[in-house]
């Protein structure tokens, strides 16, 4: 991510700079979340009330102190661009023994003993932000955070709590946080989107889509779907032809003739490619004709011996003759973690909009936004 897409500098305050920063939880330090929050930008008012559990927050933290907390926007695929924000902030934060999935729906009584103001109220400053490109991995962040009154971490729950106070309640466009959801704890491995499937001469993306309700969990089936490729015409014999390819480990492969290497581009080999990106080692791959739509849905069996946590990269692309090097235009990627990304019931959100004193939906167990903790 380039420096000047960082979020602007929220609040100015004589505090020492972060020595390390933890990304919770941690499978999302690399890849995106499988699910966006409204909080803390898009609503105008309300509270947003997140629980963390020890197994997801950074090795050795107890006795660390918390300086500050970012946050990333959400890439999930059609994401637009955001316009800048301004909100008035006030984070809350603490530590308890009760874990997250037993955490009831009333703000006042959910926060422990020890609760404090470590930021605000303050007004933050969120910068205008660009749609997700071909080149994007994560979110750029959207909102940075220093505490006024840095956070001493004990063993415990962590709770953070965002509060903004522009009322009436209103809704932005935009402004959607990165983040995962496991409804009721029920983790079935990360599916994560990454780039944008740019790298095509048609006037639509050329999309790959993970279209099963479930996870990807070893042993099992899934269904995909290209989109966005030259449809088949019986009338005139045209024939579409898609290919779909899958790579292990994508992030860790040594590039060779088959991979430039994790969100590398194919400029070297061809300068008019220099829009598209490599996001799967080319290990195993399959091809068929696509529909009138130009749309070709197909299944991959992920392997029974994939470890828990086990990364599996998908790509797909179509026959493009009019490329001279690579004859071929390309999707975005598909990035998974099988079978589980370690979030579990080990984290839990409420969201209380406007004045409301109980959260109309209750706890959102297995939720949370993607924090970058400074400490």
Known sequence: MPENALAIAL?????????????VPPVCETLPG????????????????????????????????VTGVRLRRSVLPGDTAYP?????????????????????????????????????????NAPALAAPGPSTTVGEEIVQITFTTPL?????????????SDPPLTVSSGHWVDAVWYPDGADDGLVAAVGDGSCTTRSVPTELTYTSADGPV???????????????????????FAIVWVGTDPENRTPGPTYVGYGNTFAAADPLMANCYQWAPFDVAWFG??????????????PSGAAIGARLALQAGWLDVSRPVIPLSLSNGIQLVCTGAGVEDR??????PGQAQISPWGPQLGQMPVLLLDY
């Open 152 to 164: 001493p971490v004990v063993a415990g729950t962590m709770l953070l709590e965002f509060e903004v």
């Open 84 to 124: 800048a924000i301004s909100r008035t902030l006030t984070v809350r934060a603490g530590f308890q023994n009760q874990v997250a999935a037993i955490v009831n729906g009333n703000f006042t009584q959910n926060r422990p003993p020890g609760t404090q103001i470590v930021f605000g109220p303050a007004v933050v």
């Open 347 to 352: 984290c839990s959100s409420f969201f209380f």
């Open 34 to 65: 499988n699910a966006a929050v409204a909080m803390p930008l898009r609503w105008s008012e309300g509270k947003l009330q997140v629980f963390v559990d020890p197994p997801l927050l950074p090795q050795n933290f107890v006795g660390e102190t």
């Open 218 to 240: 070893a042993g099992t089936t899934v269904d995909l779907e290209v989109k966005g490729a030259p449809p088949t015409n019986p009338t005139t014999g045209e024939t579409g």
């Open 11 to 23: 609040f100015a305050c004589p505090v020492a700079l972060a020595q390390s920063t933890a990304t």
């Open 289 to 302: 004709a696509t529909d009138g739509a130009g749309r070709f849905a197909t299944t991959f069996a992920i």
